[in-house]
């Protein structure tokens, strides 16, 4: 069996993250006795510059973009669609904030050294979107760390000081040097690039030709 090393550039205010994401596993589903994946995240954050408080989600794609709420209508209408034939359940109101997710970056950064990234990032994922839950207060973050098996106490420590500080702008700036502009891109051995949130048929093709390439690479 295969087994391809993927690092998923992304940010948990990302919708497309998640429908990329599980994409991916549908696709590794597909292929499953022919290719294995070792899976890890890598921290980007769409906005940086965000105060502590967030911002109305309306007001920021207003701001950033130039969407209309009509416009915006549309968007959250085309991701609830995505989401269904991703299995992903896409919720909104109208009190939707975009917060800053470096505290996010540095949870997930010590949730690596405990095998549970994945599991933590995906629970992120369905507090924001599924269950509307705001990421910027430190009590939501700690019943989501709870929720995975994780230290409540020691998610404190973390997140009340500067433990992983250091980790998650090293990626960030590795990320900044490989160019990476856009989530989610989905790096594979270190070598091929996907982005976007691609159906799963991408990414069969792209694992297929990636291994077929390997595979003549070595022979040679």
């Not at 994946?37 to 965000?50: D, G, H, V």
């Not at 995975?148 to 960030?172: H, K, N, P």
Request: hydrophobic share 40%; glycine share 4%; charged share 25%.
């Amino acid at each position: 069996m295969k087994t391809l090393k993927i690092d998923i550039v992304s940010d948990v205010m990302c919708p497309w993250c998640i429908i990329g994401y599980k994409n991916l596993e549908k696709a590794l589903s597909e292929l499953h006795g022919e290719i294995n994946a070792e899976i890890s995240w890598k921290p980007f954050e769409l906005n940086p510059n965000m105060p502590p408080e967030g911002q109305d989600l309306n007001e920021h794609l207003t701001q950033k973009y130039g969407l209309t709420p009509e416009q915006s209508k549309d968007n959250r209408q085309r991701l609830i669609d995505a989401g269904k034939d991703a299995d992903f359940t896409f919720n909104f109101d109208d009190k939707r904030m975009i917060i800053n997710s470096f505290d996010c970056h540095r949870l997930l950064a010590w949730a690596v050294t405990l095998n549970k990234q994945t599991e933590l990032k995906l629970a992120l994922f369905k507090a924001h979107f599924s269950d509307l839950v705001n990421l910027n207060e430190q009590s939501a973050l700690l019943d989501i760390v709870a929720s995975v098996g994780l230290d409540t106490d020691r998610a404190q420590e973390i997140l009340a000081g500067g433990e992983f500080f250091q980790e998650v702008r090293s990626q960030q700036s590795d990320i900044q040097q490989m160019g990476i502009t856009t989530v989610p891109t989905f790096i594979i051995n270190e070598q091929y690039a996907l982005t976007g949130g691609q159906p799963s048929a991408a990414f069969v093709q792209a694992f297929k030709q990636i291994t077929e390439e390997e595979a003549q690479q070595n022979a040679e």
